[in-house]
Structure formats: C-alpha cells, structure tokens
C-alpha cells in the first residue's frame, strides 16, 4: 500500500491525477445514480464529488485537468450533435420556433441578469461564471474562458476582479506597475474566476430546475409517463411507417427488363 500513498502524497502527478479523475467520475456517477422519491441528480453527481476531493487537496495537475476538461466538453458537444442530429430538421419544423423563443427568453433572462449583477459591483469574470453556473451551461463557461485569454483584461480590471475574492492576494496589494511574468500569473488567477463562480452556482442551478420541474408537475398535475407516451405516439404519427409491396410481373414482354 505504500504505492498508494506515495500517489496521493503529491496529486500534481500525472498518475495520481488520472487516478484521481477516474475516482472523482467513478464516485460521481455512483452519487448521480442514487435515488431520492424518484429524483436523481445524474451526472451532476461528478461536481459534487469534484468539490469534496477539491476541499480535500486532492487537486489534479492543472495541464492534466485542463486537457480532461477541453477533451471533455468537446465529447460533450459532440455526442449531443451526433444524438440529436437525425431528428434535428423534423424537430425544427415542427416547433422550432415555439421552443427557440422559450430558449431565447431564457438567455435572455440570464443575461440580464448578469449585466444587473455587473452594475451592482460584482466583477464580469464573476457574473458569467455565476450565469453559467445557474444555467447549467457548461459550454458557456469554456466560451467565457477563452474570451478572457482572447481578450486580455486591463491590469486595473483584472486587479478589481481578483480582490472581490482575494483582497489579500500579493498581486492585488502590489502598488507598483506588474511585470510581464506577474501579468501573466494574474491573467491566469482572473481566468479561474468564472469557474470558481460557476462551481458555487451549479449547484442551485441544478436543485432549482429539479424543484421547478415538481412545482410545475404539482401545479399542472402532470404525469411523466402519461406525457412521455403521448410524446411518442405524436413522434410515430408523424413518421408514417414503413409499407412493403410484392409486385409480380406477368407481362412476358418485360421479363429481363426488370
């Protein structure tokens, strides 16, 4: 077992962190799958375990976690594609318009939001990452991640953005100009503003959906199994099935012709 330890003594190793992401997934799915008068937290289980083991010090090798994290959501948005592409264009045809207006108005409704919680003070890099993490929208936090490295905050901004969490932080009380080195450990700290933000939010994110969906079913009076049936017999109508036909030619003129 001395392996072991000497594993998780230093967690920036490669093994250890891959050992570790393959404890905080396995752990998490295991979380995800438990049962609670018929809710399920899923996947969201892996943040909750992430959060514990990030509490804990065991922090994988940040090259190693940015690379899980890329190769992650990149699977993410493919599988998404690839699940929903078939029946992308009949869906849109039939209530595109209806569930892209429901989608824009609660963009929208982020958005605002977040530009609210920016007048009143609160950071940029701070905001989004809360927006991201109330949605639940993963791929809006990587977006907002690469717009930061993209666009570089002023020093005074980046500066602004880290002492709302970390006023003591020696980047932030240093009084003379940074150097290259030190703009590049702040750009750095202010990039992970949004996914400590997000971190702090999902979890209400992910509660508040499951208790609007029970509040919404109470108030309605909605059966999931009722609906889920009649959403498929509305599927099967308007896909007519398939009809074969066994045609035998007798005309002697066409036999070889077809």
Do not use: C
Request: aromatic residues 6%; charged residues 15%; without cysteine.
């Amino acid at each position: 077992m001395d392996w072991l330890k000497e594993l998780f003594a230093d967690p920036t190793r490669v093994d250890a962190s891959l050992l570790i992401l393959a404890l905080v997934i396995a752990l998490g799915l295991v979380l995800g799958s438990v049962s609670l008068r018929g809710i399920r937290l899923g996947v969201a289980g892996i943040l909750f375990v992430g959060l514990a083991f990030g509490h804990f010090g065991l922090a994988p090798n940040a090259t190693v976690l940015g690379f899980a994290r890329e190769l992650g959501l990149v699977m993410f948005v493919f599988a998404v594609g690839l699940s929903v592409g078939p029946g992308f264009f009949s869906a849109l045809r039939r209530a595109g318009l209806s569930l892209n207006l429901l989608a824009l108005g609660v963009v929208l409704l982020g958005v605002a939001i977040t530009i609210g919680a920016m007048m009143a003070g609160l950071a940029g890099p701070i905001a989004i990452g809360l927006f991201s993490g109330a949605t639940t929208n993963t791929p809006s936090l990587a977006a907002a991640g690469q717009a930061l490295r993209d666009q570089r905050p002023s020093d005074d901004a980046a500066r602004a953005a880290l002492a709302q969490v970390a006023p003591e932080h020696p980047l932030v009380r240093k009084e003379s100009e940074l150097t290259p080195a030190e703009r590049d450990a702040l750009l750095a700290e202010v990039t992970k503003l949004p996914g400590m933000a997000y971190a702090l939010a999902y979890p209400g994110g992910v509660f508040g959906i499951i208790a609007a969906m029970l509040l919404l079913r109470g108030l309605f009076r909605i059966d999931p199994a009722a609906e889920a049936a009649e959403l498929e017999r509305r599927r099967a109508l308007a896909t007519p099935p398939l009809a074969n036909r066994l045609v035998r030619v007798t005309n002697p003129n066409l036999v070889g012709d077809v």
